[in-house]
């Protein structure tokens, strides 16, 4: 089983690979079922999607009428206003078929005119904290793409004390000085106030340049399991963050089973191989 690791200061113990449930976004039903087993094998117990995430919302619903209890839920919105947000908000637990979600999240804020709707009077923040008040989500965090990720949660979390954080991590992006400097910032931030640092991206070989490509994600993918698992692993030795997973459920066995092996990082001489090897470049561009 996966190890389990405390959620920053929600008081779950989550696993340290959260599913990434964007992977539902285009499969069937029976697709979908077949993935919460898997889940379930590995002990995977905390679940995160997104509104805009396809059809996943309404893949996971039929799911939480059995097994609501048996994951920390996580969804998130793109809208920046009150009134949107929440009406956003209402649709998802409508599609989830709950009555409440642990932890709903200000997804992709990364855009300072964004964050500056979203953050200030009249924005979604108003409807982020009645919803909290109301019950409707136990926990408020925020999430981010991209090289600015790690600067922009840091300026979130001086405006609002959020839960949780979401960001790009893997070891081709912590060679980015700049970017490692920020995150590690984060990270120290984030200790400090007890946040959860989760984490994407971490089987991201490079930009995806033929756009038709074999899997479901806009990146393009690690697909050998050697690979994989050299990645993975090395995200796993942050001690301080979890892992979400990949966002097409026909790799999703390989991540987990990866961070179910985990032990101990690979050392820099083998990530520098690793690179080579599988010709891993930068995700994000400056």
Known sequence: ?????????????????????????????????????????????????????????????????????????????????????????HRS??????????????????????????????????????????????????????LPAPTMHLRSLAKFDFDSVLLPYNYILMQNSQYAAEFNKLVTRCAERNVAIQTIKSIARGPLENKNGQYAVWYDPLDDTSAIEYAVKWVLGNSNIFLNTVGDIHLLVKVLEAANSFVSPPGNEIMQSYVQKYKITPLFKE
Do not use: C
């Open 93 to 146: 637990l409508d599609r989830l078929k709950v009555d409440y979600i642990d932890l709903w999240q200000m997804h992709f804020l990364v855009n300072p005119d964004e964050w500056n709707i979203a953050l200030n009077t009249g924005g979604a923040i108003e409807a982020f904290i009645e919803a909290k008040e109301q019950g409707l989500t136990r926990f408020l965090g925020v999430t981010g793409h991209g």
């Open 1 to 89: 089983m996966i190890s389990l690791k405390s959620f920053g200061r929600t008081g779950h113990e989550s696993s340290r690979t959260i599913f990434g449930a964007v992977a539902l976004g285009s499969v069937t039903q029976d697709d979908a079922d077949r993935t919460l087993e898997v889940l379930l094998k590995f002990g995977v117990n905390h679940i995160d999607t997104a509104a805009s995430y396809g059809d996943s919302e309404l893949r996971l619903g039929p799911w939480m009428k059995q097994h609501r209890h048996d994951f920390f839920l996580a969804t998130k919105t793109e809208k920046r206003t009150y009134h949107e947000a929440k009406e956003e908000l």
